[in-house]
């Protein structure tokens, strides 16, 4: 985990705040591998039996003041006992990693039977527009071609398409079988029947590493659908002659997220929707009206490419909501030149963790590069940030590709985060009164980091499944730190099958 912040110095109060100019805060990079000075974390063992604070769930970290029965948390003060295990465990500092350092990587028990850590694998689902052209198509199958690549064998992949009807792809037999379900379109419709009665779950996944053909396959057998199929004249949606509409994306992901949330945490570990758009949505729920903007600055005398465009619906806001609750990251690949309306579609990215690509054309696209590097990269899923600080100041805003919780403060959920993501916070003053200019303690953040990772089989010693692990990195003056105790349902993400859980538990040691 890499922490910097804004300035090397804190404020001491509002008033040099205001007067300095300078934005107050810091940016967190959580699954990085090193810290911003390139120091990699003490490793360790029990990090279950790390004391936690009894008023403020903070760490136990080298810098609170020790004594032989009981300890004093660094950012609030509270005096907590120790446990008799913890007393025994302190009576030998040099065996402890968080008695030794302030970035410290602790190993935690396995949580979950054996029989769900062997069933769960991460699961990606290739969503394609077909509401496109022929070459919109040859450069997604290039994209998902090269994404097959990236993926490790252990994966589960489905194949989906959408344009006027929901395509769901098996691709487990010796010929690629499709099914179809119409979009309603009407805005307020819903699909006539549940996925999972189309086809179930574990038909429409398929093994890499056993089907990788057959999904190459399935992948040449995408066409375009025409004109003709997608609308029916007199519905309304003609334009100079011209039928429109036929593009349910809203729709579609509404109902694979519903779909694959069914078995959240039983069936697989991690849910990553890729979803290929060749222009606005126009069909069914979550269509939007993207000519309105042009007459609707062109009245007012602005020029539309010019202006800050709001959001038209918040549909796909809501619709993120729905992601993460199933556990499902949706990554979005817009290639198209026409007005789209990001503004509304970027929260269902954003909010789920995910990534968003716009390109101007198919001819300059970088889209299968951009798909294998980001798949190749390392990268954790189902993530919980949590921030905290001493009682002098507090967190203001949050900004990144996350989604705040909507019970606790400053936690944030983050469906999936790779080696570069990175996300900031800004602070402010908890009263008038500021820092103490003759107070030997000084400011404090903690930032904390859960998050879980898949580790190939070859990695793991003999035949043995393996264990849980949290990287709590502890480091005060600026403390960080990860999961909070207050929240047991944060802690309670089921171990999967050749996955790794760590916490990371960061506290940066600096004068402010």
């Known amino acids: 985990m890499a922490v910097r912040a804004t300035v090397s110095r804190f404020p001491i109060d509002s008033d040099a705040q205001e007067a300095c100019g300078i934005p107050w805060g810091l940016t967190v990079t959580p699954f990085a591998a090193k810290d911003e000075n390139g120091q990699a974390p003490v490793y360790g063992s029990d990090g279950h039996l790390l004391p936690r604070c009894e008023n403020c769930y903070a760490y136990f970290n080298t810098y609170c003041e020790l004594d032989q ?19 025994a465990r302190y009576s030998r500092p040099q065996s402890c990693a968080e008695m030794m350092s ?62 006027h009807k929901l395509g769901l792809y098996d691709v487990q037999g010796p010929i690629p079988v499709v099914k179809n379900v119409f979009i309603p379109q009407d805005a307020e419709g819903t699909l006539p029947i549940e996925l999972e009665d189309v086809m179930p779950l574990l038909q429409f996944l398929a093994p890499v590493d056993t089907c990788k053909d057959r999904i190459t396959s399935a992948l040449e057998t995408l066409r375009p659908t025409t004109s003709w199929e997608r609308t029916p004249p007199g519905t309304g949606q003609e334009l100079n ?35 290929f758009l060749s222009g606005p949505p ?14 609707q600055y062109a009245s007012k005398g602005e020029d539309a490419d010019r202006a800050l465009l709001p959001e038209q619906t918040p549909f796909y806001k809501d619709l993120a909501a729905v992601a993460v609750q199933a556990g499902v990251c949706v990554d979005i690949f817009a290639v198209t030149n026409e007005y789209t309306d990001l503004a509304s579609l970027k929260f269902l990215s954003i909010e789920s963790g995910g990534s968003l690509f716009l390109y101007s054309n198919t001819d300059d696209s ?13 990268y954790a899923f189902n ?46 003053f908890a009263n008038n009164v500021g820092f103490s200019r003759h107070s030997s303690e000084q400011p404090m953040v903690q930032i904390a980091f859960q998050y879980t990772v898949v580790v190939p089989p070859e990695e793991l010693p003999g035949s043995e499944l393996l264990s849980s692990k949290e990287n709590i990195l502890l480091n005060e003056d600026l403390g960080y730190e990860l999961c909070s105790m207050e929240q047991p349902e944060i802690l309670m993400n089921s171990m999967m099958v050749l996955i790794l859980k760590w916490f990371y538990h960061c506290l940066f040691t600096r004068s402010y």
């Open 282 to 295: 126009d069909h069914g729920p979550g269509q939007l009206d993207t000519r309105r903007y042009g007459e």
């Open 69 to 87: 029965w009981a300890w004093n948390c660094s950012l609030c003060g509270t005096l907590n006992g120790l446990s008799s295990e913890a007393i």
């Open 241 to 275: 002659g011209v039928l429109m509409g036929g593009r349910g994306f809203g729709m579609a992901m509404e109902a694979l997220c519903n779909y694959l949330g069914s078995e959240y945490g039983n069936t697989f570990a991690l849910a990553r929707v890729f979803a």
């Open 366 to 378: 970088t889209l299968p590069q951009d798909m294998y590097r980001m798949l190749s990269r390392p």
């Open 102 to 163: 302030s970035f410290v990587d602790l190993e935690f028990p396995l949580e979950g039977s054996e029989e769900e850590i062997l069933h769960a694998r991460p699961v990606y689902v290739a969503a394609v527009d077909l509401s496109s052209s022929e070459e919109f198509l040859e450069l997604t199958k290039s994209a998902l071609q090269a994404a097959l690549e990236a993926l490790a064998p252990e994966s589960l992949f489905g194949l989906a398409t959408f344009s």
């Open 383 to 428: 993530c919980v940030l949590r921030l905290r600080t001493s009682t002098e100041f507090k967190p203001g805003h949050s900004y990144g590709h996350f989604f705040p919780d909507p019970q606790y403060e400053n936690v944030q959920h983050i469906i999936c985060c790779d080696s570069y993501a990175t996300y900031a916070y800004d602070f402010e």
